[in-house]
């Protein structure tokens, strides 16, 4: 699918691994990621702050001060860390979250403030040194180009489904590359992963990791040549379309052999 997208510059894309949680501890989220990291082979990871959508309430009291050290000190500087607070934080609260999250040199924060405050977004990202990303949740080309246009986020973050697919999303990744500012891809679900691989595997301007939905590699066998996952790397699809195979006839023999 990259061929007919675009020129293909790259055939495996390195991946973060992402805890969804906050029902959990500082302390028991550190042993879920652990878990997360040591079944994915990943390098990098991301975890939730905040309280999603909460106005600067946490999920649970103290939780994000306490989780952010916990997990640069559990995993040294070996892996690479990112945070998502999924608009949690007004500018003021998101600054200091972010400061901490400067400590531990964290990749990025995604999603500060609400996603359509964009001159929120702004200010903690003219503030930090941390490169703030955002986009996820955006189905409006105009706010894209506002984003790109005023350097409102770092790290440009269209979602393949939620923004209306590869060519839209494609589109925003060229205004971006021409503002010299980096794409990552959110995945929202499903055979997401596999559209994020093509659409990744056609543009230059890629951050330092796409996200991983742990699970995934079930599906590696789909596909000519197999999806592989390998030292927190993805393979692209090479096949025609989007790489799949013989469905039916895999489908078939998963039910003869019981």
Known sequence: MGVLLGNIVRA?????VASGRRDT???????YLQKLVTQSGARALKF???GRMSRNADAMPGRTEKLIPLVRK???GAIDIHADSNSSYDPPKAIEVGRLLEEIKAVYFEEPCPFDHLEDTKKVADTLTIPVA???QEYSDWRFRWMIANQGVDIVQPDLYYYGGMVRSIRV???AEAAKMPVTVHISGGFGFVYMLHFTSCISNTGRYQEYKLGTEAYGKWFDPPITVKDGKMTVPSGPGVGIRDIKGLLQGAVEAG
């Open 134 to 136: 955002g986009g996820e």
């Open 48 to 50: 939730r702050v905040g």
């Open 74 to 76: 559990t995993f040294g």
């Open 173 to 175: 990744a060229r205004m």
């Open 25 to 31: 501890t500082p302390e028991q989220e550190v042993e």
């Open 12 to 16: 495996e894309v390195p991946f973060y």
